[in-house]
C-alpha cells in the first residue's frame, strides 16, 4: 500500500465496527475531536488496523 502526506492523518484508532464489505474506522486526532470514516473491510485488513 502507497502512504503519502497527503493521506495520512495522525490520531489514534478508537473504534472499528466491521460489516461484511465495509467498515467504520473512528480516529480520535485531538483531545475530544474524532474523524469518522468508512472503507473497506479488506482495508482494515490490508492496514493491520487494530
Do not use: F, Q, Y
Amino acid at each position: 500500500m502507497k502512504v503519502s502526506a497527503r493521506n495520512l492523518i495522525p490520531g489514534k484508532i478508537k473504534e472499528i465496527t466491521m460489516g461484511p464489505v465495509n467498515a467504520e474506522v473512528v480516529v480520535e486526532v485531538a483531545p475530544g475531536i474524532e474523524v469518522v470514516s468508512m472503507i473497506t473491510a479488506h482495508s482494515v485488513k490490508a492496514m493491520e488496523l487494530k
